[in-house]
């Protein structure tokens, strides 16, 4: 069983930053690759980002290519997501989540039935 806390959400302006956390419990978080999906209200969960079990491979999605970076410290059983530049459209709630899946491009690490341990969301808000 693995465990799954984010934080970091809030309220930011049009253009601010913020930085995510996913906290992991399990002690075998390094064993997992890790997805991060946001939903807004009304709409279908999305993905944003995933990151490989060490780190090495990486992909976001063309919404948020360029401005968001994910990133993860196994020692601290942690991943990170920087959001920069954040626009009116960012605004959901984020959610992190494990996968055992390889990251490429046979696999459906960008769709949410790929992912088995989620956890419970961190609201962000981006004003304009």
């Known amino acids: 069983q693995v465990q799954l806390v984010e934080s970091g959400g809030g309220l930011v302006q049009a253009g601010g930053s913020l930085r995510l956390s996913c906290a992991s419990s399990?002690?075998?978080?390094?064993?997992?690759?890790i997805g991060w999906f946001r939903q807004a209200p009304g709409k279908e969960r999305e993905f944003v980002a995933a990151?490989?079990?060490?780190?090495?491979?990486?992909y976001y999605a063309d919404s948020v290519k360029g401005r968001f970076t994910i990133s993860r410290d196994n020692a601290r059983n942690t991943v990170y997501l920087q959001m920069n530049s954040l626009k009116p459209e960012d605004t959901a709630v984020y959610y992190c989540?494990?996968?055992?899946?390889?990251?490429?491009?046979?696999?459906?690490?960008?769709?949410?039935?790929?992912?088995?341990?989620w956890g419970q969301g961190t609201q962000v808000t981006v004003s304009s």
């Open positions: 989540a494990t996968t055992t899946m390889d990251l490429n491009r046979n696999t459906p690490f960008t769709q949410p039935r790929g992912y088995d341990y």
């Open positions: 990151i490989s079990r060490m780190g090495f491979v990486i």
């Open positions: 399990g002690r075998t978080f390094s064993g997992y690759a």
